[in-house]
């Protein structure tokens, strides 16, 4: 038994670990956020298209973690539920794959030749998020349990230190290429060392250690042996984006390799002889750029598994630069590719996002190729990013102009599937270059299409003259508003559908799992429900804003979740350490973050060179954060209910994951006023009597 000082009620830990209560905190913080990553990584490459909604997964997570420290206070088991749901999860979704329908509305676009049934995603995503934050919930117990055995920061910090931990595990896996056995192995040895007793004696206590044993190690050895044949699968592999399956085979006697992501059919490598023979049109911008003439020097973005790059050796370049953000992708074409274009010596490899080598060279080209730079899934922990976002807006076509050659041009080609989308990007280039681009559509149902511009009207050769946009083309996407493939200016309704089911459920799940009185207990926390909104809208914009000034690439993805964590333990630092300012002061130095992340936005940024925009964009990003994470660490000593004050800030970094949404509305730039009325109100909110710390 412990006695929890601040509210004088007996909480019973029941916990057999063997381990202190910072040890428990820092295994049980680090398995939140490991499981956390996990489950979002896995369950996006096996249930199709679920990778498009990962912040679903992410947003049930929220809740579960929300729930499990509301219920530490008056659980009387540990929470053998969660090793359970999450055996019973991977079980299920490996025994009958199941498909997010996306419906038939052609508001938003979703790259794929799948033709897919299944149920309708707003019956899909509320059951994935429903299991997810069960499987959270079983962590974050362990974690609100050690809340009530430390003081306030004490265990904050140490919490912040275990998700660190448990960031750069899965980081560090993502890097090797490690398979989701590794990944698996690691939940398991934890979830064990953690809620198996470690009792010696006899009688009750061993028939108890028994039965803990089974209830946390059976649903997890099926979990263990459904990651092991996938893992083992001769040919399955993973990249830190995806799982990547390949197929060889020979069709007309050409030797094929079929490349397969997260169960989509994603790309070929397929001979340049063959594929210009089958597909002309892959040849059209070397003959409607540059008057005809052979580029020499060339840059392809998604150069994929290499074919593009075949194609432009093929064409007579003499070096092409060729960018591929999936490390595994590069790697495949590179090993199986039947041209070996990767082997060339005329060609240069990089692993890197393609607006991010542009900013980052001086090269000038002949030749600017988005050869179907189109990704499968989302930058994680934005809502509607995807990896290729940054590369189709106006500013972006502008970069591309400004490392052209004189007579060079800039061209890219896909399967649009509407034709709103490829008056769009035709638009976005003549907005870009001022005069109209060469349009070439190919006649099928997937609308696949090529789109030349030169740097001149002169340095383009069209077949015939592009009609222009129409009144309901949709205007160019920006780097603030950067969602390429949604047509409408509105949240599209299965978005909407989706997010007021999931509150409904946060709302019930909230009431069931903490009792009756959970409200009433987080009643006197409001103010820290909208500072953990506040806080999410914050993350986002880092995530969203380093993505554009330095990739949109897994490991600077990794390095800003990273970054916000040590941001938010240096903030919980200094409130223990020293005498903080009082918080009216820290509102305005958070107020006063937010106004320079408004008048400095990233367009200034990015003309930085890059070491300097290095350094003032993590002042300006984690500015906000660390003023916002010292008012918390504040408040959050002076709570009554340590328990109810921390849930009720995690459920609200749930609500500010569904505000994240507005974005597609307003901006990304545009969060920051929802973030400073988050903020106004938390501000106001705030008691101003406050108790004595304890």
Not at 304 to 319: E, F, P, R, T
Request: net charge positive; aromatic share 10%; glycine share 8%.
């Amino acid at each position: 038994m412990a006695v929890d000082s601040a509210t004088d009620h007996v909480v019973t830990t029941g916990w057999p670990s063997p381990f202190g209560v910072r040890t428990r905190l820092v295994a049980s913080s680090a398995l939140m956020l490991f499981v956390e990553l996990a489950l979002i990584r896995w369950t996006g490459s096996n249930v199709v298209h679920l990778s498009y909604f990962s912040n679903f997964v992410l947003l049930g997570s929220f809740l579960g973690i929300g729930i499990g420290v509301l219920r530490s206070g008056r659980a009387k088991r540990l929470p053998y539920y969660s090793p359970i749901m999450l055996g019973l999860l991977v079980l299920v979704i490996a025994w009958k794959p199941v498909t997010v329908d996306r419906g038939s509305s052609s508001s938003v676009i979703y790259f794929t030749s799948l033709n897919t049934t299944g149920p309708p995603v707003w019956v899909i995503l509320p059951i994935i998020f429903v299991a997810a934050a069960v499987v959270l919930a079983g962590p974050a117990e362990l974690v609100g349990r050690c809340f009530a055995e430390l003081p306030r920061l004490t265990a904050y910090r140490f919490d912040l230190v275990g998700s660190l931990i448990g960031i750069i595990t899965f980081t560090a896996l993502s890097f090797l290429g490690a398979p989701p056995i590794w990944w698996g192995l690691i939940v398991t040895v934890v979830f064990a060392v953690l809620m198996i007793p470690r009792s010696s004696g006899a009688g009750r206590r061993a028939v108890a250690t028994v039965l803990s044993a089974a209830m946390v190690l059976a649903p997890l050895l099926v979990m263990l042996g459904v990651l092991f044949k996938e893992s083992t699968k001769s040919d399955n592999s993973w990249s830190p984006y995806y799982k990547v399956q390949t197929k060889q085979y020979t069709w007309e006697g050409v030797p094929l390799l079929t490349i397969t992501v997260n169960g989509v059919p994603h790309q070929q490598a397929i001979p340049a002889d063959a594929r210009l023979q089958w597909e002309p049109q892959y040849g059209l911008p070397y003959e409607r750029a540059t008057a005809g003439k052979q580029p020499k020097n060339v840059l392809i973005i998604g150069a994929g598994s290499g074919s593009d790059v075949a194609i432009a050796l093929k064409k007579g370049a003499q070096h092409v630069d060729a960018v591929e953000i999936d490390p595994r992708i590069r790697d495949l074409g590179k090993a199986l590719h039947p041209d070996r274009p990767y082997q060339d010596p005329r060609v240069s490899s990089h692993i890197d996002d393609g607006r991010a080598f542009l900013s980052r060279t001086d090269k000038k080209y002949d030749l600017i190729l988005l050869a179907l730079p189109d990704s499968l899934t989302l930058v994680n922990g934005a809502s509607s990013l995807r990896l290729e976002s940054y590369l189709f807006t106006q500013q972006a076509f502008e970069s591309a102009r400004d490392h052209l050659n004189p007579g060079g041009a800039f061209a890219m080609y896909n399967y649009y599937r509407e034709t709103w989308l490829i008056d769009r990007l035709a638009s976005t280039a003549q907005h870009a270059f001022g005069h109209k681009p060469c349009v070439d559509k190919i006649g099928d149902g997937l609308q696949q299409a090529v789109v030349t511009v030169g740097l001149t009207e002169q340095d383009q050769n069209c077949s015939a003259e592009w009609a222009g946009a129409t009144a309901q083309t949709p205007p160019p996407a920006t780097d603030n508003r950067p969602f390429l493939y949604l047509f409408t200016d509105r949240i599209p309704s299965l978005y909407l559908v989706t997010l007021g089911l999931i509150l409904v459920a946060g709302l019930v799940g909230v009431g069931i799992a903490g009792g009756g009185a959970s409200y009433r207990r987080m009643r006197p926390y409001a103010d820290l429900f909208l500072l953990g909104a506040g806080f999410m809208l914050l993350e986002t914009k880092s995530i969203t804003g380093f993505a554009l000034l330095f990739g949109t690439t897994w490991v600077v993805n990794a390095i800003v979740f990273a970054g916000v964590l040590v941001a938010v333990l240096a903030a919980v630092e200094v409130t223990r350490r020293f005498r903080t300012p009082p918080i009216k002061v820290m509102f305005a130095v958070l107020f006063g973050g937010l106004a320079l992340s408004w008048v400095f936005p990233d367009s200034w940024l990015l003309g930085m060179p890059v070491g300097l925009r290095a350094l003032v964009a993590v002042l300006i990003a984690f500015l906000p954060i660390f003023a916002a994470n010292v008012i918390f660490a504040k408040r959050f000593t002076d709570t009554a209910d340590g328990t109810a004050s921390f849930g009720a800030n995690l459920l609200g970094a749930m609500l500010g994951g569904c505000l994240e949404y507005a974005a597609l509305i307003i901006g990304f730039h545009g969060l920051l006023i929802v973030a400073a009325l988050l903020y106004v109100g938390a501000f106001l909110l705030t008691p101003k009597v406050r108790s004595v710390a304890k």
